[in-house]
Structures are given as C-alpha cells and as structure tokens.
C-alpha cells in the first residue's frame, strides 16, 4: 500500500523559510513523477512544484519562481519543497503528489495527473 506522508509545516513569519517533507512507503520515489501543491481557504488547490522522474527536471509555479525548490532523496524514499522568503499570501495547506506512469507532456502541473496524495501540512505566514 502507497502512503505519501507531509511534515514540516508550521507557523512562521514573513522572510522566513521552511522545508516541507513528502515521505513514501509502499515504493520507491526513484522511478516516479512526484509534485507539491497548495490550497489556501476557499481556493481551488494549486500546482506550487514539480519533479521529473530524472530528478533534474524540475518545474516551479510563478508565484514561488526563485523562492521555492523541490527535490528528492532516493535513499530516503522523500521528496522536499524548501521554501524561502516566504509570503503571507504563501499560507496554505501543502499536499505532496505522486505518479507512477508516463506523465504526458506538459501536464505536470494538473492535479489530475496524479493518482496518489499525502494528507496535508498547514503553513501559516504571518505579517
């Protein structure tokens, strides 16, 4: 059984920085596309971050161009968004993705895409 597992979240304040962690159990993080998104209250939930099965290929949201990165440790079966000079307007709930199928050309970013999902870690940027 697949479990994608969020930690790190937390209450910070503007500027600050935070890494997110995505675990997998169940298999391995190494031959799959995985990606993060985001929902704030009453928003639809948004694509924030994304990484190709090479683990090079990565794609980024305008929003958090040059402030957000993600990455991935194949030994420890996790995949990471660190996320620098954060806003208030970055405050939401962050949910970790997964896929393990050919993902079609230029449809990373679309939550239908994926078919596995962690449960959420809240973020919460202060002014």
């Known amino acids: 059984q697949v479990q994608l597992v969020e930690s790190g979240g937390g209450f910070v304040q503007a500027g600050d920085s935070l890494r997110l962690s995505c675990t997998v159990s169940?298999?391995?993080?190494?031959?799959?596309?995985m990606a993060w998104f985001r929902q704030a209250p009453g928003k639809e939930r948004e694509f924030v971050e994304s990484?190709?099965?090479?683990?090079?290929?990565?794609y980024s949201a305008d929003s958090v161009k040059g402030r957000f990165s993600i990455s991935r440790d194949n030994a420890k079966n996790t995949v990471y968004l660190q996320m620098n000079t954060l806003k208030p307007e970055d405050t939401a709930v962050y949910y970790c993705a997964a896929r393990w199928a050919p993902m079609p050309s230029g449809r990373d970013m679309y939550t239908s895409s994926y078919n596995y999902w962690g449960q959420g870690t809240q973020v919460t940027v202060s002014s």
């Open positions: 169940g298999r391995s993080v190494s031959n799959t596309f």
């Open positions: 990484i190709r099965i090479s683990g090079t290929d990565t």
